[in-house]
Structure formats: structure tokens, C-alpha cells
């Protein structure tokens, strides 16, 4: 069973949206509903890394809208590293249009930080709409989680980090 954005955080099954064409499963939306039980009135945006990241506006208790990347999953495919190069994702995030050159040259060079630091740096740009002035919460319980609050950071995001597995188990409550 799938609902349609727009649609209430809390439910069973997976939510689908036609532009962009995408699907939160239904594992992501308990974590987005555990936030939103906890923080009814709160207004902004989840970002939930994973093989598929997330980038889901909230709004009193709603999913608006959200969007998706293969980020983590391109990553893996090149066998890019743990940690995102801070400078490679600053350099990305402003010149996404150069992206395959720069992962070309950061595999050439063997920098595999880099690798992931590119990957991120054009999906910040590409979701920038998401996060620009608002409240961001990334919500993950590993080291690519780090990764997105940083460079969020570094952009003078508003961005608290919290970990998703404690707000599945919140939704799983509440529901």
C-alpha cells in the first residue's frame, strides 16, 4: 500500500510522488513519522542518507514533498571512500556540471575521500531547493550521515544530527 504526497508522516506503507517520480519506503517514512510525533508544529527538512538518500520536507506532521538520490549507491560503485573530502564536495557544489571530470581525476589520483566528496558535493547542489533556509535534520547512524550534517554545516545550515534507527522505533510506537 502507498500514499501520495502530500500525506501524513505517520503511516504503514511506502509514499510515492509523481514530479520527481520517486518512492520513500516504508521504512523511511517511520523515521520521518517518529520526528514528526515528537515535534508536531516543526517545519523543515529530513535528510535521511542510505543507499537511496531522502531529502523529505515535513510540514506540521506531513510529508509535502521529497527527492532522491542514488548518491550512496554510486559511491559504492566506484569504491569511493568513508569520509567525504571536504574540498572536493565544496568544489562539486559549485561546479556540479564538472562532476565526471572530477570523479575521473579523483580516481586517476586514487583519492577515494574525494571520490565521495564529489558524489555529495553535486547532490547538495541538486537538493539545494531542499535546504536552503530551512531546518535540517539528518538522520543516520554512520559515518556518510556525518558526511551530509558537515557539508550542511559548512553552509551555515541550521542542521541537528539524530539517529534513524531511534526514530523508526519512534514511529513504529506511535503507529
Known amino acids: 500500500m502507498s500514499d501520495k504526497v502530500p500525506c501524513p508522516a505517520l503511516g504503514s506503507g511506502d509514499v510515492v510522488q509523481d514530479k520527481p517520480r520517486g518512492r520513500l519506503d516504508a521504512d523511511a517514512r517511520m523515521a520521518v513519522a517518529g520526528h514528526a510525533v515528537a ?5 523543515g527538512v529530513i535528510c535521511l542518507p542510505g543507499l537511496r538518500s531522502h531529502w523529505v520536507h515535513l510540514s ?11 548518491t550512496a549507491r554510486l559511491a559504492h560503485a566506484l569504491d569511493a571512500g ?3 573530502d571536504a574540498d572536493a564536495l565544496a568544489d562539486t557544489m559549485t561546479r556540479p556540471e564538472r562532476l565526471a571530470q572530477q570523479l575521473d581525476s579523483a580516481e586517476l589520483g586514487g583519492d577515494r575521500d574525494a571520490l565521495l566528496g564529489h558524489l555529495l558535493g553535486a547532490e547538495m547542489a541538486a537538493a539545494r531547493p ?4 530551512q531546518q535540517v535534520i539528518v538522520m543516520g547512524d554512520d559515518g556518510l550521515a556525518d558526511g551530509y550534517a558537515n557539508a550542511l554545516g559548512a553552509q551555515g545550515v ?18
Open 39 to 43: 515535534h508536531p508544529n516543526w517545519d
Open 60 to 70: 506540521a506532521g506531513e510529508i509535502v514533498s521529497f527527492q532522491s538520490f542514488l
Open 82 to 84: 568513508e569520509r567525504a
Open 130 to 133: 531542499y535546504w536552503l533556509g
Open 158 to 175: 541550521p542542521v541537528e544530527r539524530v539517529g534513524r534507527a531511534a526514530m523508526e522505533d519512534a514511529g513504529r510506537r506511535a503507529l
